[in-house]
T-cell receptor, first 114, second 113 residues
Framework: GNSVTQMEGPVTLSEEAFLTINCTYTATGYPSLFWYVQYPGEGLQLLLKATKADDKGSNKGFEATYRKETTSFHLEKGSVQVSDSAVYFCALKRGAGNNRKLIWGLGTSLAVNP | DVKVTQSSRYLVKRTGEKVFLECVQDMDHENMFWYRQDPGLGLRLIYFSYDVKMKEKGDIPEGYSVSREKKERFSLILESASTNQTSMYLC????????????FGPGTRLTVL
């Protein structure tokens, strides 16, 4: 079936460190892929997305590339800030048919220390 | 900007009470969703709706029902609240077409005593 696997957290980094949060997926067809972020006490908000293979989504210094050959969509940022402390969720939407639901990873908590 | 609002940020209820959680979106989205979020379990879909008066069960519908009488409003109902329904409840909406990104409300933290 369709699934999303994220690296387990929590991830703790110092400010200005490089961030990678791994996300791999299992899906038939050609899914769209998303990263969402949830800041403390808030709902989720879309961080970036990619809708086809080799697309790179980017926003707020974060990037992720849709790699069909490795079924991955890893989130990266070159220099994290304290304000990036949040929970990050990877998700996919199946491309085929009239499918409205997102398949979610369990989330990865990131704490950035000054 | 898309706005999804939820009726309460925090709610405390007693076991056996009937609980209504309301969600309103202002972007004319066809799809609306209710999730619960629990530590270590991520987001789990309770119900979703793709049109007025239309609904489908998600992964954990037991103990919940929903109502969608108007396109912009989607209500989650706990007929008889139980302590294991203590959770964060998140509402989301999305367009029928498009890549499928969902827009979330701020969440309601429900405590059932």
């Amino acid at each position: 079936g369709n699934s999303v696997t994220q690296m387990e957290g929590p991830v703790t980094l110092s400010e200005e460190a490089f961030l990678t949060i791994n996300c791999t997926y299992t899906a038939t067809g050609y899914p769209s892929l998303f990263w969402y972020v949830q800041y403390p006490g808030e709902g989720l908000q879309l961080l970036l997305k990619a809708t086809k293979a080799d697309d790179k989504g980017s926003n707020k210094g974060f990037e992720a590339t849709y790699r069909k050959e490795t079924t991955s969509f890893h989130l990266e940022k070159g220099s994290v800030q304290v304000s990036d402390s949040a929970v990050y969720f990877c998700a996919l939407k199946r491309g085929a048919g009239n499918n409205r639901k997102l398949i979610w990873g369990l989330g990865t908590s990131l704490a950035v220390n000054p | 900007d898309v706005k999804v609002t939820q009726s309460s940020r925090y709610l405390v209820k007693r076991t056996g009470e009937k609980v209504f959680l309301e969600c309103v979106q202002d972007m004319d989205h066809e799809n609306m969703f209710w999730y619960r979020q629990d530590p270590g379990l991520g987001l789990r879909l309770i119900y979703f709706s793709y049109d007025v008066k239309m609904k489908e069960k998600g992964d954990i519908p037991e103990g919940y029902s929903v109502s969608r009488e108007k396109k912009e409003r989607f209500s989650l109902i706990l007929e008889s609240a139980s302590t294991n329904q203590t959770s964060m409840y998140l509402c989301a909406s999305s367009f029928l077409a498009g890549a499928g990104e969902q827009f979330f409300g701020p969440g309601t933290r429900l405590t059932v005593l």
